[in-house]
């Protein structure tokens, strides 16, 4: 009887302790979070500050940054930006992260047999591999069509690339969309990039 009542008492001890030692570990958790919260909202207000030196600074700082959510928020918080100079800045470095550029062709109304072919050739689209981006010039090498070595630029909010089937001129549109002309086969066709 008493080594039940001591083994009764000994897990009613244990999970005391267990409990202490996690409620310990939430608190921690929760100062943790409460820090990191201020952080945050302390480079956001950087990023809405008067001197567009500071937000050029504070954004560059975030994306930038080894920490993923505060690069994802930069990314988010940029590109959406009114400041044109944040979206473009935003623009060269999300840049680096992209392997593929997916440029979505549409077909006109009304659009005669030769366009139709063209845009059943290329499957409604043109696949932009890059193989190689260079975030201070803007310039980029893609593969397209299993053919390599192309250029393509970024300039601002503009987007260019050029090769033995297609080229495109692409705008970075309010929408946060690339839209523009693209040309495949002498056929123009409107075209738009979402890189979000």
Known sequence: MLNKKTLFVSSILFAITILTANQSMADTMAETIKKRAGAIAEIKGFLNDSDPNI???????????????????????????ADDTLRSIT????????????????????ANESAQTIFTKFGGKVLLNIQKYDEKNGRFTYKSNNYGGYDGNISGLMLQFDDKNCSGDLTFNEESIYSGKVTCDKIAFTATLNII
Request: net charge positive; no cysteine.
């Open 55 to 81: 937000r050029i600074a504070a954004l560059d700082s975030m994306l930038k940054s080894d920490d993923t959510a505060m690069r994802e928020m930069a990314y988010s918080m940029g590109l959406n930006s």
């Open 91 to 110: 623009l060269r470095n999300k840049f680096n992260d992209l392997k593929v550029l997916n440029i979505t062709l549409k077909l006109p109304e009304g």
